[in-house]
């Protein structure tokens, strides 16, 4: 085993996760979770074009594969004239991604929500948008974080594919250099090694979290 | 007709909320088909009667939880007179909606705010009352209930008798003209109940305006001024409570407080 190619190569890969995987999912993150909290509210709404958009929105992302959303962007785009450079790109498609997965998260968590909770909201006057900012939305926010953990480990692990549309994020790197240096199996492992490690802090950070929460949830 | 000079009728009391003819339809079921109900300043109405029979309907309807289909409800000191068989815009809804204030059977506390929390968020985000004013006023409030030492719990931390009378004094702190309770008792373990119930009777002693929906007829003997027996969407019987509880005219209002004094 070739320990200096190792060494050697763990501080381009750290950056690429410092410099691009970690930023990538972070700002696609917040990014998709406000477009998500939009689609849910649409998706509830009783106009039913505003919930048959957000309906239409949820289905395609889920429906498609992300390489496939990510060419389409990138590749397919700039023959129609509109050219996003890849990091742009790559945001667009993941936060948009995020969005429709995150959208029936926060629906579902609001709807868990019992009614009574509206209710005592609307007998101390509440409009139904301040009962919903005050009332509802954290208590689904509670209910939400576990499954939206979820997706943001799924996120990290996702952010590898915009390798293929040329963002320079860790698993870019190790391409690189795995073919710099005829490593392959080396490159991809220590990669995989990367990822794993970064998931398993996320996964330390999301039972903390949890348990945090938990308290005075009814 | 002379009147009583040690009680006086309650047509001599100020009226708070007179509801005729009020009326509601889930789909095709017709769960209230008229109801009568007076609330004088400083009464306490009692609404007993069988599971399903539209007591909660009734409230709610107050509340403005429920949209009544018919029936008119007027508020003379708020210069309401609304007809529910027509077109009732938001506004004048909310009107009649912060004339009173819900206590639920299920205390519908705000399980991710503090007791304190609860109390003043009324107060504050709607009413826009001054928070030093509020937080007083509820830590007061939570006083009387015994319950100032726990306003930084959270609801889940508070046993059920708790729950609900903080449920009793968020209601309060909105500063209602009329307290709306929904069977305030009856989720409640049996040694709970008694402190429930003796706050209410404080208020009722003070003179609050309150409509009741219980099946505590100790207490309805008590502290009501007038109970109403509501079956199927009417009022079959109403009268003082020594009276309705005595000597009811009804053949089925005798049957109900029979299975209510005698369960088995
Ligand atoms: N949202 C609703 N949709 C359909 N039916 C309803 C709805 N709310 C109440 N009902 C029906 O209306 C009738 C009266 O209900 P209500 O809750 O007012 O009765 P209640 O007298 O309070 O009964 P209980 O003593 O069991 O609380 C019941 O038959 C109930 O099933
Ligand atoms: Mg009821």
Redo the contacts with the bound molecule.
């Keep these: 085993m070739d320990v200096e190619l190792i060494l050697s190569s763990l501080w381009p890969l750290i950056q690429g996760a410092v410099t691009g995987t970690i930023p990538l999912a972070l700002v696609s993150f917040v990014l998709g979770l406000a477009v998500a909290l939009l689609a849910a509210l649409a998706r509830l709404s009783p106009r039913w074009w505003l919930s048959g958009i957000a309906r239409f929105y949820i289905s395609v992302i889920r429906g498609t594969p992300l390489i496939v959303q990510l060419y389409v962007v990138f590749f397919g785009l700039p023959s129609v004239g509109v050219t996003i450079p890849s990091w742009p790109s790559a945001i667009i498609v993941l936060s948009l991604n995020v969005g429709g997965y995150a959208a029936e998260i926060i629906r579902a968590a609001i709807l868990s929500i019992p009614r009574g909770q509206w209710e005592a909201a609307y007998t101390i006057g509440m409009p139904r948008w301040l009962a919903l900012r005050r009332i509802i939305l954290p208590q689904a926010a509670r209910v939400s974080v576990p499954p939206l953990s979820n997706t943001f480990i799924s996120l990290v692990k996702d952010t590898a594919l915009t390798s293929l549309i040329l963002v320079t994020e860790m698993f870019r790197k190790a391409q690189q250099i795995a073919a710099f240096s005829n490593e392959f199996l080396l490159l991809y492992i220590e990669a995989a090694v990367l990822y794993w490690v970064i998931c398993l802090v996320l996964s330390a950070g999301q039972g903390t979290l949890e348990r945090r929460l938990e308290r005075h949830v009814a | 007709m002379s009147p009583d000079p040690i009680t006086p009728p309650p047509s001599e009391a100020e009226t708070v909320l007179d509801v005729t003819g009020l009326a509601k339809s889930?789909?095709s079921?017709a769960?209230l088909t008229s109801v009568d109900l007076t609330l004088r300043a400083g009464r306490v109405v009692c609404l007993i009667?069988?599971?399903?029979?539209?007591?909660?309907?009734?409230l709610r309807s107050l509340n403005g939880l429920e949209r009544p289909d018919g029936g008119v409800v007027r508020a003379p000191g708020a210069g309401l007179d609304i007809d529910f068989s027509g077109p009732v815009d938001d506004a004048t809804r909310n009107r009649l909606r912060d004339l009173s204030a819900m206590v639920f059977q299920q205390h519908n506390l705000f399980p991710h705010l503090t007791v304190m929390q609860n109390v003043i968020e009324g107060p504050m985000r709607v009413q826009r009352r001054p928070r030093e004013e509020v937080i007083a006023e509820a830590r007061s409030l939570l006083e009387r209930v015994g319950l100032d030492a726990r306003r930084d719990a959270y609801p889940s931390e508070l046993s059920g008798g708790q729950q609900q009378r903080v449920g009793i004094v968020r209601a309060l702190a909105l500063r209602p003209r009329l307290l709306l309770f929904?069977?305030p008792t009856s989720a409640l373990d049996p040694e709970l109940v008694g402190d429930v119930l003796s706050v209410m009777k404080d208020l009722a002693d003070e003179g609050w305006t309150m409509a009741v929906?219980t099946h505590e007829l100790a207490f309805a003997r008590d502290v009501a001024d007038e109970v109403l027996f509501?079956d199927d969407g009417v009022v079959l019987e109403r009268g003082a409570p020594e009276r309705i509880f005595t000597a009811p005219r009804e053949e089925r209002t005798r049957r109900f407080l029979e299975r209510l004094m005698r369960p088995f």
């Design positions: 889930f789909g079921t769960v009667g069988p599971s399903g029979s539209g007591k909660t309907t009734v929904d069977e929906v509501l």
